[in-house]
């Protein structure tokens, strides 16, 4: 009678202790996320310097990412060229955080050198107007009409009819992207390996086949023509119509993924 007791005494402190670790550990994770938004806004906040950003991209983030930041499928590392300015922001706070995984990432931004709001700004603003990559790895080719339709049903509403995303909602691009990277990307996000993300996002990624995670990823990873603008930002602050923008147009002034 008395071991019982014990035992059941034991099991008591055990579920406690359980229940309490979870809740702190969803105090922690909702502490991190918090701090993570705030250095976002500020970071946005901030005035560039595209040529401080060319520079520590070459000192820091080339050797893995490219010298033209177009990424290495076959190692993972995606293409950051042309990648939207905000979500570049939030994906460096959300390693610094530990709320997005990944360890190669989080080694650099806690350097030192790079765990510093005006770097990230200065990075961001220098890829998102990089040239984007021209020539993603792609899937086999096989599912592209299901890719598609899964694309345009489930993800267009958030990522743009053309995948461009927008700088307004943190929504990246998917376009000129390596196919690897994507399904990669896809299976980790609805894996909770992003803390900072909508719950729906998850789920909508979690709902996708296997056939379906790979079908969409390929089509996507087929997006690298250049986008065609409706209106543009002019260097003089007057707005052009660029339907007829062109990969040469984008190389000079005006980057390819800019929202409307
Ligand atoms: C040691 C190799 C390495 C270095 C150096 C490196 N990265 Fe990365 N980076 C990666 C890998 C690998 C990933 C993919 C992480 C994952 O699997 O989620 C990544 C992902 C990213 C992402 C997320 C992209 C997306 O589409 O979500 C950003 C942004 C990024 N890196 C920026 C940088 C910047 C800026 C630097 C330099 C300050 C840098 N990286 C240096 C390896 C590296
Ligand atoms: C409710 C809006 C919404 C919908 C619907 C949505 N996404 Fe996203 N997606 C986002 C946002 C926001 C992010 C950025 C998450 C973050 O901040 O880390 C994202 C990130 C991603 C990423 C990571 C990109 C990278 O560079 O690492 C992939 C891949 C992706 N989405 C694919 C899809 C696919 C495929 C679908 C459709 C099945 C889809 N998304 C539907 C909003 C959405």
Known sequence: MCRHRLVNVRRFVTIVGLVAATVLNAQVALASTERADALVHSTLQLDVDARRGSTVF??????????????????????????RKSYLVK??????????A???????????????????????????????????????????QLGEAIFRD????????????????????????????LVQQIRSISRWHRA??????????DSLSADETLAVADYLSRLST?????????PDGTLKDAGDQTQ?????????TKPD
């Open 154 to 181: 489930q993800c267009a509403s958030c990522h743009a009819d053309d995948g461009r995303g927008d700088d307004d909602g943190f929504v990246p691009s998917l376009r000129n992207q390596h196919y690897p990277y």
């Open 196 to 205: 900072n993300v909508e719950s729906d996002l998850v789920l909508y990624l």
């Open 102 to 144: 990944g360890a190669a990432m989080h080694g650099v931004v806690s350097q030192q050198a790079i765990a510093e709001p005006q770097v990230w700004a200065d990075v961001a603003n220098f890829l998102s107007n990089l040239t984007p990559q021209p020539a993603p790895a792609t899937g086999d080719g096989g599912q592209l």
């Open 58 to 83: 070459a000192q820091h983030c080339a050797r893995c990412h490219g010298n033209a930041a177009v990424g290495d499928a076959a190692k993972g590392i995606p293409a950051l060229a042309g990648q």
């Open 91 to 100: 994906q460096l706070a959300d390693f610094l955080e530990r709320d997005r």
């Open 226 to 234: 250049p986008v065609r603008d409706r209106v543009v930002l002019q």
């Open 248 to 256: 040469a147009d984008c190389k000079q002034s005006v980057p390819c």
